[in-house]
């Protein structure tokens, strides 16, 4: 049973960055495609990156540019680098495989608020 455990998230102020972290428990990064995901408050959860086993990566439109997923297969963890954040994109991040077939950590809470 693969194990995801996010973390990173805080407060911030709009246009300022945080980097997210979602360690795995076994070496499955290389393997599958990964995704991070996000949920705010009343809304859907939704994909916001992944990234191939070969490295492509891929983002919703409202973070393109903004956002970057990478990792680090030698540490089993994929990151997220958010920058110029915005107050909507306030919601708790999530990580799993992409479909997400994983069971769903506990997420780490991002909070843009001035």
């Known amino acids: 049973q693969v194990q995801l455990v996010e973390s990173g998230g805080g407060l911030v102020q709009p246009g300022g960055s945080l980097r997210l972290s979602c360690a795995a428990s076994?070496?499955?990064?290389?393997?599958?495609?990964m995704g991070w995901y996000r949920q705010a408050p009343g809304k859907q959860r939704e994909l916001v990156a992944r990234i191939t086993s070969g490295g492509t990566t891929t983002y919703a439109d409202s973070v393109k540019g903004r956002f970057t997923i990478s990792r680090d297969d030698a540490k089993n963890t994929m990151y997220l680098q958010m920058n110029s954040l915005k107050p909507e994109d306030t919601a708790v991040y999530y990580c799993n495989l992409y479909p997400p077939l994983a069971g769903w950590g506990q997420g780490t809470q991002v909070t843009v608020s001035s």
């Open positions: 076994v070496n499955i990064l290389k393997i599958y495609t």
